[in-house]
């Protein structure tokens, strides 16, 4: 079956590093999805990647979408406390109905 | 605006006993999805719903585990008989889906619920 995979599982930095975490897929994807679940909380929505190379960004949030459609990554500048949490990436593919999702980046942040 | 509710948030009971997890999505959504998560298996998808039919149910682990959307603002999650290996967060999502695609649309979650079987 589809299986979405992602590096690194766990991640430590120091307050002001930058941050980036890989998201593979052994199929094509229609479009991806990036989630961001703190600390005994819940996943939320961040943004979702649909065309082919694209690239978006939220503030100190990089978000892109590999030109085959089957990788992805989301990379932060500067790291804050307050981007402590699992970031989890979520796959849809072409055909299917249901979003597949990475086992997350837990990423830890040093003040 | 209200989000996704689920109760209860804990829950804690003995091997054998049902229990029945509870969702009220997002009015006018209308998918919901049943998610169940642990440090190994990460989020996996149980069952979800479109216009309270159960649309793919592949990912319910055994027939110990049922689901059922009776109206828009309602879902249950009933495991019978419980088991330790149960014990996980169960999280219900919801999204404005329209048919084909429906995925395509963020997934909302609701809090959770920690479920504790002993």
């Known amino acids: 079956g589809q299986q979405v995979m992602q590096i690194p599982q766990y991640q430590h930095v120091q307050e002001g590093e930058d941050f980036t975490t890989y998201c593979n897929s052994s199929?094509?994807?229609?479009?991806i999805q990036w989630y961001k679940q703190r600390p005994g909380g819940h996943p939320v929505f961040l943004i979702q990647?649909?065309?082919?190379?694209e690239v978006k960004k939220q503030k100190r949030l990089t978000f892109q979408f590999g030109e085959a459609k089957k990788n992805s990554s989301l990379h932060i500048t500067a790291t804050q406390t307050t981007d402590v949490g699992t970031y989890f990436c979520?796959?849809?593919?072409?055909?299917?109905?249901?979003?597949?999702f990475g086992k997350g980046t837990k990423l830890t942040v040093n003040p | 605006d209200a989000g996704v509710i689920q109760s209860p948030r804990h829950e804690v009971t003995e091997m054998g006993q049902e229990v029945t997890l509870r969702c009220k999505p997002i009015?006018?959504?209308?998918?919901l999805f049943w998610y169940r998560q642990t440090m190994m298996r990460g989020l996996e998808l149980l069952i979800y719903?479109?216009?309270?039919?159960?649309?793919?149910d592949s990912g319910m682990p055994e027939d110990r585990f049922s689901a059922k959307m009776p109206n828009a603002s309602f879902s249950t999650l009933k495991i019978q008989p419980s088991e330790p290996r149960d014990s996980a967060v169960y999280f219900c999502?919801?999204?404005?889906?329209?048919?084909?695609?429906?995925?395509?649309?963020?997934?909302?979650f609701g809090d959770g619920t920690r479920l504790s079987i002993l």
């Open positions: 979520a796959g849809l593919k072409g055909g299917s109905e249901k979003l597949v």
């Open positions: 719903f479109n216009n309270n039919v159960p649309i793919d």
């Open positions: 999502a919801s999204s404005l889906g329209q048919g084909i695609g429906l995925s395509n649309q963020p997934q909302h």
């Open positions: 199929t094509t994807l229609s479009n």
């Open positions: 009015s006018g959504h209308n998918s």
């Open positions: 990647l649909v065309k082919s190379g």
